[in-house]
């Protein structure tokens, strides 16, 4: 395994800026997400670490080296797309020894069954092997798509979204197959997503792209906590964080132009009065949609709350965020 550094790493396609000046440290071993919208340049972050595309400034070092002059098979990463990538026509065993069958690996075939059984018992595919790909549900796709990365015991691994297509169920399942796998491996994972959930529930790194800027980089506790700014603060979190004037709870900060409020952060049972809008109960946890004012907010209440709609509850603050009029973070 190895760490992965990019230094001012810079790339436009035609008028288009993918990234802007991006440094960023990959720790060796470490689960790294990239987490953006579309756009703000995570699939051209990973293909200028595999190699796939040329940065037009910046670099990429692998291991304490550039790699820029080398081609993708030379920079030893692998990668996992959002769409399965198999061969229909193939058993899942035949598709995992596909890249372990080239000639530059020059393996035998006893070697080559022993790292497909390893990597199938690590994915829990081992009674699929004589399957045909087209015999497997989405879930075991992409396990076996998942699998072709791993068989290969790359310095890297690469994946761009490769849950996103999959339903809540496997989604869920595969995130946590997948945190195992880094468990058991040690292996450096960059991996792209706009899911705030898998970036929580995976990630020992987060880093936070806008528009081919890299905004914040660090765990996902620390970003959770302390977002630089509006736009990081909205990126993790669920419900989102609300937003308000400044001054929509009274006294603020000088330079405050906006307070933050995690739903679990609005206190209930003094200060200001809200309204109930409607009550969504999640059996583990209760959210109340308020309306204060002329402003909306989601807080968190008591699993078994009795609160209904149209019942008015006293609100405040109780561990604010502050920002400027820019969106920065000032407190």
Do not use: C
């Not at 288009?16 to 953006?36: E, H, N, Q, R, Y």
């Not at 929580?200 to 996902?220: I, K, W």
């Not at 209930?268 to 002329?294: C, F, K, N, P, Y």
């Amino acid at each position: 395994m190895a760490e992965v550094r990019l230094s001012n790493l810079s790339k436009s396609f035609g008028a288009t800026k993918a990234l802007s000046d991006v440094t960023m440290t990959i720790p060796d071993g470490a689960f790294v997400v990239l987490l953006g919208p579309t756009g703000a340049g995570k699939t051209t972050t990973l293909r200028l670490i595999a190699g796939l595309d040329r940065p037009d400034a910046g670099d990429v070092q692998i291991a304490g080296a550039s790699v820029l002059g080398d081609t993708p098979a030379q920079r030893d990463v692998a990668m996992v797309f959002q769409q399965y990538s198999l061969y229909p026509h193939m058993s899942v065993r035949d598709n995992l020894a596909f890249p372990l069958r080239s000639p530059v690996l020059n393996l035998p075939e006893a070697e080559i069954d022993r790292q497909i059984n390893a990597v199938a018992g690590v994915l829990r595919i081992s009674h699929k092997l004589d399957n045909k790909a087209t015999q497997l549900s989405g879930g075991e796709m992409q396990r076996v798509s998942i699998g072709r990365a791993l068989v290969r015991n790359p310095r890297i691994y690469l994946m761009d979204e490769p849950l996103s297509s999959l339903d809540a169920k496997l989604r869920a399942e595969l995130r946590i197959e997948l945190k195992r796998i880094h468990a058991e491996m040690g292996a450096t994972f960059l991996y792209v997503t706009h899911d705030q959930i898998e970036a929580m529930t995976m990630a020992t790194h987060v880093g936070v792209l806008d528009a081919g800027r890299l905004v914040q980089f660090g765990t996902p506790r620390d970003i959770y906590d302390n977002p630089h700014n509006i736009y990081v603060a909205t990126r993790l979190g669920q419900p989102r964080i609300n937003i308000l004037p400044a001054t929509a709870f009274g006294q603020a900060p000088q330079t405050a132009a906006h307070i933050g409020l995690r739903p679990e952060h609005i206190a209930v049972g003094d200060g200001q009065a809200a309204t109930i809008r409607r009550v969504e109960r999640l059996g583990d946890q209760t959210r109340l949609h308020l309306v204060m004012g002329s402003h909306d907010l989601i807080t968190l209440t008591d699993a078994h709350t009795s609160h209904s709609a149209g019942e008015t509850v006293h609100i405040r603050p109780a561990n604010p965020l502050w920002f400027d009029a820019a969106g920065q973070r000032i407190a």
